[in-house]
């Protein structure tokens, strides 16, 4: 993009391309969309197929023994029972409803 067809404040588009793909909102705050395995602890990070992060919850490239169903294309339809939702920030994994009960702000 022509820099000076860019409109985002300096804040947003220089200090988080090492990110690609995540939302300069995501990035600041640190919270990337992952996936846990409740029985084992086990996290992963949402990634695209190509290995770049994603900024929203993407089944795709999931560990194939977390996966019990496909469907014709090979896309995942169905994952093993306690998979959730979530994020990571600085190596720990929080649900959904971790973050409902942060402190946001008072």
């Avoid at 404040?9 to 640190?30: D, K, N, Q, W």
């Avoid at 996936?35 to 695209?48: G, N, Y």
């Amino acid at each position: 993009m022509n820099k000076s067809m860019n409109h985002e404040p300096a804040l947003f588009t220089h200090p988080y391309r090492e990110i690609p793909e995540a939302s300069a909102g995501a990035a600041i705050v640190g919270f990337l969309p992952a996936f846990m395995d409740l029985h084992t602890q086990e996290t992963h990070l949402s990634i695209h197929e190509n290995g770049a992060l994603a900024s929203v919850h993407l089944l795709d490239a999931l560990p194939d023994h977390w996966v019990i169903e496909r469907d014709d294309r090979g896309r995942i339809t169905a994952l093993k029972e306690g998979i959730v939702a979530g994020f990571v920030r600085m190596g720990r994994f929080y649900s959904r409803s971790d973050l409902a009960r942060l402190p946001w702000d008072d």
